[in-house]
Every structure is written in structure tokens, then in C-alpha cells.
């Protein structure tokens, strides 16, 4: 039997490094800079719109240094849409819309892939709608 309420010990599955790289890869960034810039950007702006235990799950999953940006941002009271998301890191970041929609994809489908998809199902449940797209899944909406 598991207490919920037990701490997580910290198990990723990939090093910080092997994460920027898969980053790297994904966004097609041609330097390693770039890379870290855009994991940054949409780890703090994620750690604003997760709270609970799928929170404290995905830090878990995260390589320490990706954990500890995700986990230092206080949650904000109102949760953004997927598309506001995308444009409140732009804002943040003083960047064109369509990049930052781009930096999001290439974070978080790192993410998406560190998570797995039973946490990740949870934490799309936990956002409001159009952040599926931006972790590398489909957004099924029921038919009315």
C-alpha cells in the first residue's frame, strides 16, 4: 500500500544535458544557447499554470535543474488557454508569437516524453483547453 501523501524521490530519466540536446533537436536550434533560452522560458511559464500533484509529479520527472525553474514559479490564480499561453510567453520573452508557439512545441514535447503518458493525460486534464497540440497530441473535444 503507497501513502499519496510520501514524498517523490527525484527519478528522471534523462540528464539536463541529454534534455537541452533532445531540445536542441526537436526546435532545430542551432545552438546549444538557444535551446536552453526556450526550455527556460516554457518551464517557468508551465510551473505558473500546474498546481497539485501532477505538479510535484512532473518535477519529479524532470531533470533537477528543469525541475527546479518548473517549481520556483508561484501558480497563477487564473489558468491561461493553451493559445494565451503560448502569447504571454511571447510577451515575456519580447518575441515574435510564431516562435515562441514554436520554442513551446520543441519544450514540451520533451516534456511530454519525460512525463509519460499517464502523467501527461492528468496534466492536459488539470489545463484548459489547447495545450494538447502543444505537448505533441492530438486535442479530441467531444462531439456536441
Known amino acids: 500500500m503507497s501513502d499519496r501523501r510520501a514524498p517523490l524521490q527525484h527519478t528522471p530519466v534523462m540528464t539536463y544535458e541529454q534534455m537541452l540536446e533532445k531540445v536542441r533537436y526537436e526546435g532545430a536550434y542551432p545552438t546549444r544557447e538557444q535551446a536552453v533560452e526556450a526550455v527556460r522560458l516554457v518551464l517557468a511559464g508551465l510551473g505558473r499554470q500546474l498546481t497539485g500533484d501532477e505538479r510535484v509529479e512532473l518535477a519529479a520527472r524532470l531533470p533537477l535543474e528543469a525541475a527546479r525553474i518548473l517549481t520556483a514559479q508561484i501558480p497563477d490564480t487564473q489558468p491561461l488557454t493553451g493559445w494565451a499561453f503560448?502569447?504571454?510567453?511571447?510577451?515575456?520573452?519580447?518575441?515574435?508569437?510564431?516562435?515562441?508557439?514554436?520554442?513551446?512545441?520543441?519544450?514540451?514535447?520533451?516534456?511530454?516524453?519525460?512525463?509519460?503518458?499517464?502523467?501527461?493525460?492528468?496534466?492536459?486534464?488539470?489545463?484548459?483547453?489547447?495545450?494538447a497540440l502543444l505537448f505533441g497530441r492530438a486535442e479530441l473535444t467531444p462531439a456536441a
Open 86 to 131: 503560448v502569447k504571454d510567453l511571447a510577451a515575456r520573452a519580447g518575441a515574435p508569437v510564431g516562435t515562441t508557439r514554436w520554442d513551446t512545441g520543441s519544450v514540451l514535447r520533451a516534456v511530454a516524453a519525460l512525463s509519460g503518458p499517464d502523467l501527461l493525460t492528468r496534466i492536459l486534464h488539470q489545463l484548459p483547453s489547447g495545450y
